[in-house]
């Protein structure tokens, strides 16, 4: 396996939680590989351990076995390299998308994109102009000053899309991105991810249930068990 | 950003309400130490005001404040006589009620010599007393108006001025009269009380068959005058001459006077350690406990606020924030909630403080202190929060 050519690379990630009589396996021997610009899927009913494959590639959840390679770093190698930088590496290389688009509250659709910047050391003009140019491109150039309570849901998931392109991360994880949205609003969401995985080159990878937003991926790793089986 | 501005701006209501409450709480704990203070003030007023080097009083006695002293008022020329007093004045005290108005009104009563020491520190308005008998000095805080008229044991007074602010060790404002007046409100009897003694004199000189009927009826007739001494005091206070030696004048009074001097600063001590120490240790647990309450409150509150932010903290870790961005934002929060809250307390009781019915008195040092101990409350109080934070996984922010 070319890792480098991949911006994911996952090969025979295992994932299992406590130990003896009460080991569960959530994840066997999944392999996988998203290059950049591939919108990809995850798909599978609840239980079927998408959203702990997306948390091991999203270095929230250590991986058992197994590795995981991100934009040509290996990450994990049975358990997380040693010094590897995870809060780093998240900061730089992901960017994250949410059911329930985790906005801040307390912070205006301009200031949620802003903080993912500054926390990635962009000076406060540099964040504003940024967030400011990515808000407007996405159609809400009329709602910076919005706070999330007074957004529409998709306005809100949006916003969410936006602070993750900030950093314009190699790779964006969304986790069930469509599953709090009307059809519209889902298939306008997953549109705007395709356009966004070709114009950025960025790869991403959704975890859903939710088959009526099937058609946009470029390719479906259906997950069942714990395993990838198609 | 500063992520703790934003969340108080976006929760402005619920942050002002909480703060004010904290702020009433450090309001109380101010108001606390500036009543401790106050209590020194005013026990100490009296002392300031007299300006005496030496308090002579009776032998084995604390007095006259924190015990009872009694003496013959001639003292005053023997203590007069001691090398290196400069003046000598005898003071009588004594706590007076009398109804005006239809209310219990409650004052000091302090009668000096009017040529000598001890008397009122400064007159705010009218004058000093002039004449020996019936005039009075009331402090400010009586409420009496020069020219006003009050009747104190057989007489009318008048008062002729007005004092600044002086109380007694127990808060009571202070007014003064001539030492010959006070001694007669003290001691002089009624009619009525004159009559009752001449009859029971009468009934025990009845029974003394020794003596003649001549000197039964001499010693009936003046039985009382020769009994009913007024000319009691409860304290000599002398001042020293410039470059006199306070325990030399102190040695010679107590051996060769049989009384006992005690020095201004000995009597400083009697008055701040010994009669308002229990009061004090009471304020000061009284503080304790509500500065302990302050921080369970600050604690609670940032705890909750923590638990309530759960998932924005997780969302924050998962996009990268350094845990430095998520300690700043409880610190900072915790931090501003002390600072207005003690701007609050501080804002209220200076409002407030002359409204006490005793004095208060902020010092500065007492505020800076305590502001120091909230800002301590506040940082160890946000550990709670912070600890909370810390173990947040990132994946708290996925799912629904």
């Known amino acids: 396996m070319d890792k480098n050519r991949y911006a994911i690379a996952v090969e025979k990630l ?68 040693n010094g590897i930088d995870l809060k780093r590496l998240r900061r730089e290389k992901l960017g994250f998308i949410f059911q329930a688009h985790n906005l801040i509250p307390f912070l205006t659709a301009q200031e949620n994109v802003m903080i993912a910047l500054e926390i990635n050391h962009l000076s406060k003009n540099e964040a504003k102009n940024r967030a400011i140019d990515l808000l407007t491109s996405l159609n809400l150039g009329h709602r910076l000053n919005n706070f999330p309570s007074a957004l529409s849901g998709g306005e809100a998931q949006r916003v969410a899309i936006a602070r993750a392109l900030a950093n314009k991360p190699k790779v964006i994880l969304a986790d069930e991105p469509t599953a709090a949205l009307d059809t519209d609003n889902g298939k306008n969401v997953m549109a705007l991810l395709k356009k966004l995985a070709v114009e950025n080159r960025s790869a991403i990878l959704v975890v859903t249930h939710d088959h009526r937003m099937v058609e946009g991926f470029d390719r479906i790793f259906q997950v069942s068990d714990g395993r990838i089986v198609d | ?290 500065l302990v309450i302050s921080a369970v409150i600050i604690s609670l509150i940032i705890y909750t606020s923590t638990l309530d932010k759960i998932k924005v903290i997780a969302t924050l870790k998962l996009i990268g924030a350094q845990n430095r961005v998520i300690i700043g934002m409880i610190l900072q929060q915790s931090l501003l909630m002390g600072i207005i809250a003690y701007g609050i307390g501080y804002g209220l009781i200076l409002l407030t403080y002359e409204k006490f019915p005793r004095r208060i008195v902020l010092e500065s040092s007492d505020l800076q202190m305590l502001f120091g101990i909230v800002m301590a409350i506040c940082v160890i109080s946000s550990f709670v929060g912070i600890r909370k934070a810390l173990g947040v996984e990132p994946a708290e922010a996925l799912g629904g």
């Not at chain 2, 009694?70 to 020329?77: A, C, L, Q, T, V």
């Not at chain 2, 009588?92 to 009017?114: A, D, N």
Request: glycine letters at 10%; one cysteine or more.
């Open chain 1, 14 to 81: 295992t994932k299992m939680y406590g130990n003896g009589e009460t080991e569960v396996t959530a994840i066997a021997d999944a392999t996988l590989q998203v290059q950049p610009g591939e919108l990809v899927a995850l798909l599978g009913p609840s239980g079927s351990g998408k959203t702990t494959l997306l948390t091991c590639i999203g270095l929230i959840n250590e991986p058992t076995r197994g590795k995981v390679v991100i934009d040509g770093i290996t990450v994990a190698d049975d358990g997380w390299k």
């Open chain 2, 1 to 290: 950003m500063n992520l703790a501005i934003r969340d108080i701006r976006y929760h402005r209501g619920r942050f002002i309400l909480t703060s004010i409450g904290l702020g009433l709480l450090l309001g109380v704990v101010m108001s606390m130490g500036g009543i401790y203070r106050g209590l020194i003030a005013d026990a100490l007023s009296i002392l300031h005001a007299s300006k005496a080097d030496i308090w002579v009083v009776q032998q084995n006695s604390n007095g006259p404040f924190a015990e009872s002293s009694r003496m013959p008022e001639d003292i005053k020329y023997r203590i007069q006589a001691v090398p290196g007093v400069a003046a000598a004045s005898p003071l009588s005290f004594q706590t007076i009620q009398v109804e005006r108005q239809g209310k219990p009104f409650r004052f000091f009563l302090i009668g000096y010599e009017l040529r000598g020491i001890g008397g009122p520190s400064e007159i705010v308005s009218g004058r000093d007393i002039r004449q020996k008998h019936y005039e009075m000095v009331v402090a400010r805080a009586m409420g009496m108006q020069v020219g006003e008229k009050i009747h104190l044991g057989l007489h009318d007074y008048t008062v002729v001025g007005i004092t600044g602010k002086i109380v007694s060790s127990s808060g009571d404002p202070v007014a003064y009269v001539s030492l010959a007046d006070a001694q007669d409100i003290q001691f002089k009897k009624d009619n009525d009380a004159i009559r009752n003694e001449r009859a029971r004199v009468a009934a025990n000189l009845a029974d003394l068959q020794s003596l003649a009927p001549a000197q039964k009826n001499y010693l009936r007739q003046n039985i009382t005058a020769i009994t009913e001494s007024t000319h009691t005091v409860n304290t000599v206070i002398a001042r020293l001459a410039p470059g006199a030696d306070l325990r030399e004048a102190q040695e010679r009074i107590r051996r060769w006077n049989h009384f006992k001097p005690v020095s201004d600063a000995e009597q400083t001590n009697l008055l701040a350690k010994g009669m308002i120490e229990k009061a004090r240790m009471q304020l000061g647990l009284f503080r304790v406990i509500l």
